[in-house]
Each structure stands twice: as structure tokens, then as C-alpha cells.
């Protein structure tokens, strides 16, 4: 990696006009697409404004910016507005620990006995295939409309198909580099550790990138069924009582936050495979 | 040379459902205490099982396998096994590529690295000691994989077709790399290759493998009068194409008598 560096400052000494004249093009480029992004997030808030302004639709029903800006404003100065995302962001960094770790641990286990593994293949389908919303309203019933719920919900979402992502992806490991193991006096163990896992590090890390998502989206569905707070509940309470600020206030939060875990996600891939 | 190391009467069947395959039958040999001995055969003739059996890695069906006159679990001693392709790890550097067979077996302690350097100095590594194995060239991670095994200090070296994932050239170079490393530090090693000059340049003795399942056809003993002998001089001798066209015929007396 390091050579690779060497040799691309070696050439920045010398940039020829052309190289000049492809990176000048590329920088414009960038620039370019990064205001048509920018022109198309402004053009559709004004939109959204100036119709509820001039009466094309209902700024009752439909909200609009001034109104969402102004319950930002309101909820950040009561508290409510931090305490609601706090709520959900707690949810879902524990189902999403939660899912990594058992996920992990049951993947690891499956890895190790090929019997256990090849006895819960089909259980392992069909609870990946069923669609775990279906599931909420049990869960309610067993544990209580509390955070239990939500939370068990959210690891339903994502831990079947983790499990079954990260065992097919500890067996594709490369038989020799396991019998170099076995080749060097290593047992089992010595496998797993020096070889299965870390091997794995980067499909890990693309797999947690999903899991925060899903497990997102499981908090959300648990807090529409299930919760006193969190933006899932403000978005259900605020819509069947007609606050529809508030529903799309939550529904931009949500975008944010979630756009920001994946971000968080991101860096430490790229940290890792640097 | 006293015997280190005797294959007795040994047999190989892989199972699967679709029936039993014999890989070996009845295979018997010996090695002599520091020999370099060549194996060749025609593809899939389980040299590369019989490896595994010496390993320690298969157990025979039949057939045992000596150490010195004991058992070959039993004579605790070391076996060192290089594969195909050198199988550096991508996620450890050059240092900790060559020192995972000590991690493993706990054997690595402040004191190892003494050791660790001297071979890796003498070797060319040790400038690379923190570079990862995708900066090191074909070469050099042959060479990796080596120190890698040789840091375990073993008796019997075996050696399953390790250039065949390298270019020509590359290939004579570490040829003579690996040789004389392995003489230099006075290893007793088993090569196995499908490549007839490659096993005549390095050996002191050939055996040639029938086709599966793989059983003693023939031993050549190699005497080459060249001084000096390494793998690539050993190729300008007199008596190598002789040797060549001996091994060339018995092994395809064999393809013919499938």
C-alpha cells in the first residue's frame, strides 16, 4: 500500500498540462453534480412551501417546511425533540449490538458442528423468509408493550438472515488456507481465530452495514405497535390525532439518523480495508 | 545416512457416496536422514494424500509410518509441510506471516526473535519485515512460506509442488532459493512435483508413482558430476537428460498400461 502512495506522489511532482487539464475537468464535474443535488433539495422544499402558501394543497394535511422548522424549533426548546430520538437511537443501537453478537456467536457455533448446522437449515429459512412484522403483535402479547418488545422486534428483522450470510461466508473460506493451519500444528480453534474471522472482517463489517438499517426499520414497526415514545410513536400518535408536523418532522429526523449511522458504518470500513 | 523416515505397506481409499476411490496401495519407502527426495507421478496419483499421511494430517487405512522407528504420532516429531501456494495471510505483515506457526504452537517468546530476524535477514525479508504479503513479489512469499515453516524447527520438510504457482523463471530461482536454504540448514525434505526436471535438479533420489491408485513403480538414485550441485546447474549435467528420458518412459509405461 505504501509503494502505491510513493508512486502517485512521484508523479504529482511532474503533472503534465493534460493530467492538469483531466483533473481541472474531473473538479468541475463534482462540482457540477453536487449543485443539481443541492438545486433539487431546495427547489423541492420551495415547492412544497409556496403550494401550502398560495392554498394548493393543505399545509393541515401536508405539513410544510416553515411549519416542520418551526416544530424543531418548539420540541428542541421543551426537550421532547431529543428525547424522542434518544429513545429510538438507544433501540436501535441495542438490537443492533445485539444482532452482531448473537448473529456472530450462533454463526460461529453453526461454523463448528456441520450436524447443528445442517439440522436448523430449514428452521433458519423459513424464520428468515417470514416476514417478521407478523411477529410484533406476539411479541406484545408475550412481553407487554414496552421496550422489550421493540427491541426483541428489531433483532427479528435482522438476525436470521445474519446468521445465515455469515455462515455461508466462514465456509467459503479457502480449504488450503485451513489445512495450512492444520499443516503448522493448529487445532480447531487456531482455524477460527487465526483464519475464519478475520478473514471475515471486511463481510462483517458490509453485514453491519445492513444491520443497522434493518434494525431501524424493526424499531420503528415495534414503536408503531408498541411504545410511549420514540419518533416511531410520534409518528403514529401524530398522525392519528392529525399533528401531521410531527409525523413529518419525525420522518426527517429519521432520514438524517439513519443516514448518519450508515455514515458512522462507512468510516470505520474505510479505516479498516486503509 | 541413517533412515528417518519409513512408509510401510501404506494403502489410501477416499469415501464418498458415489463409491470408494483407492489413491494409494501399498506404497512403501524410506528416507535417509538429511536426503532431498523427489516424488513424481502422473496427475492424481495421491502424491499429494501421501503427503497428507506423512503429515499426519490423513490417517492411512492401512500401512503404518516410522519416525526414527517409532510410531508417527508417537516419535514427536516435527513435520513441516509447505503447500502449493505459499498461503500468506493478506491482513498479517511479512513478520507475522512467518511467525503464525509459533503463535500457534505457543512457541513464540522475546527470545524467538532473534532467531526470527537472523533467518529473515539472511533470507532478503528483513527490509519487508512490515510489508503486507500483496507488496512482496512471488519469490519472496515462497521464501516467507519457508521461514514460516522452518521456524518450527522441523525434522522432515515436505514440499508439495511449491513452484507450480510461479512463472518459469521465478520458478528456477526459487528452486535454488528454497534448495539451498533447505541444505544450509541440513533438512531432510520429500518433494513432490509432476515436473521431471525440477525432481531430478533437486533430489539425491526419485520415485516414480504409478498412475491412481499411486503405488512404487521405481526409484532412480541421482548422481550428477557436477561440482558444486545446485538445482540449476544440476540441469547442465551429463547424466541429467538420461535421467530425464528414464523417468519420461516409466512414467508413460504406466500411462500405457492403464
Not at chain 2, 73 to 89: A, C, E, R, T
Request: net charge positive; glycine share 6%.
Amino acid at each position: 500500500m505504501s509503494r502505491k502512495n510513493r508512486k502517485v506522489s512521484s508523479e504529482s511532482l511532474n503533472i503534465s498540462a493534460a493530467q492538469k487539464a483531466y483533473v481541472r475537468k474531473h473538479i468541475l464535474r463534482t462540482r457540477r453534480i453536487r449543485i443539481y443535488q443541492f438545486i433539487i433539495l431546495i427547489g423541492f422544499i420551495a415547492f412544497w412551501e409556496i403550494s401550502t402558501l398560495i392554498g394548493i394543497v393543505d399545509s393541515f394535511i401536508f405539513s410544510s417546511p416553515s411549519r416542520v422548522v418551526k416544530t424543531i424549533a418548539e420540541m428542541t426548546v421543551n426537550g421532547q425533540l431529543f428525547y424522542h430520538i434518544g429513545i429510538t437511537l438507544l433501540e436501535t443501537l441495542i438490537s443492533f449490538a445485539l444482532v452482531n453478537l448473537v448473529g456472530l456467536l450462533v454463526a460461529v457455533i453453526l461454523w463448528w458442528n456441520d450436524s447443528i448446522a445442517k439440522v436448523l437449515e430449514p428452521y433458519l429459512i423459513v424464520l428468515n423468509s417470514l416476514p417478521k412484522s407478523a411477529l410484533a403483535p406476539v411479541f406484545i402479547v408475550w412481553l407487554g408493550a414496552n421496550m422489550k418488545t421493540i427491541i426483541v422486534a428489531a433483532i427479528s428483522v435482522a438476525l436470521f438472515g445474519s446468521i445465515i450470510t455469515l455462515h455461508s461466508d466462514f465456509k467459503a473460506v479457502e480449504e488450503d488456507k485451513i489445512k495450512l493451519i492444520y499443516t503448522l500444528g493448529g487445532n480447531k480453534k487456531d482455524v477460527l481465530l487465526k483464519v475464519v474471522l478475520p478473514a471475515n472482517i471486511p463481510s462483517l463489517i458490509s453485514l453491519m452495514k445492513v444491520n443497522i438499517g434493518l434494525s431501524l426499520v424493526g424499531v420503528i414497526i415495534g414503536e408503531f405497535l408498541a411504545a410511549k415514545a420514540g419518533l416511531g410513536y410520534l409518528i403514529i400518535y401524530g398522525s392519528q390525532v392529525f399533528r401531521l408536523d410531527w409525523v413529518i418532522m419525525s420522518i426527517v429526523i429519521l432520514s438524517i439518523v439513519a443516514t448518519g449511522l450508515y455514515k458512522v458504518l462507512s468510516y470505520f470500513e474505510k479505516r479498516y480495508s486503509k | 545416512m541413517s533412515e528417518l523416515l519409513r512408509i510401510d505397506h501404506i494403502s489410501y481409499t477416499y469415501h464418498n457416496l458415489e463409491g470408494e476411490t483407492p489413491a494409494l496401495m501399498d506404497v512403501s519407502f524410506h528416507v535417509n536422514d538429511g536426503e532431498f527426495l523427489g516424488i513424481v507421478g502422473p496427475s492424481g496419483c495421491g502424491k499429494s494424500t501421501l503427503l497428507s499421511l506423512i503429515a499426519g494430517l490423513l490417517n492411512p487405512s492401512s500401512g503404518s509410518i516410522y519416525i526414527n522407528g517409532k510410531d508417527l504420532k508417537s516419535s514427536g516429531k516435527n513435520i513441516g509441510y509447505m503447500l502449493q501456494k505459499d498461503h500468506l495471510l493478506d491482513w498479517r505483515s511479512t513478520l507475522k506471516n512467518v511467525t503464525l506457526g509459533m503463535e500457534i504452537q505457543h512457541k513464540l517468546s522475546g527470545n524467538s526473535y532473534v532467531q526470527i530476524n537472523e533467518l529473515l535477514n539472511t533470507y532478503g525479508l528483513i527490509t519487508f519485515k512490515q510489508s503486507y504479503p500483496s507488496e512482496l513479489s512471488g519469490g519472496m512469499r515462497q521464501r516467507a512460506a519457508l521461514i514460516r515453516t522452518l521456524l518450527l524447527e522441523p525434522d522432515i520438510l515436505l514440499l508439495d509442488e511449491p513452484f507450480s504457482a510461479l512463472d518459469y523463471q521465478t520458478r528456477l530461482e526459487v528452486a535454488d532459493d528454497i534448495w539451498g536454504i533447505i541444505r544450509k540448514e541440513k533438512k531432510t525434505a520429500i518433494l513432490i512435483t509432476h515436473d521431471i526436471s525440477e525432481a531430478i535438479s533437486m533430489s539425491d533420489r526419485v520415485i516414480v508413482l504409478s498412475h491412481r491408485p499411486g503405488t512404487v513403480k521405481r526409484v532412480f538414485d541421482i548422481s550428477l558430476s557436477v561440482a558444486d550441485r545446485t538445482p540449476f546447474l544440476a540441469r547442465s549435467a551429463p547424466e541429467f537428460k538420461d535421467y530425464f528420458n528414464l523417468i519420461w518412459k516409466e512414467l508413460n509405461h504406466n500411462e500405457q498400461e492403464k
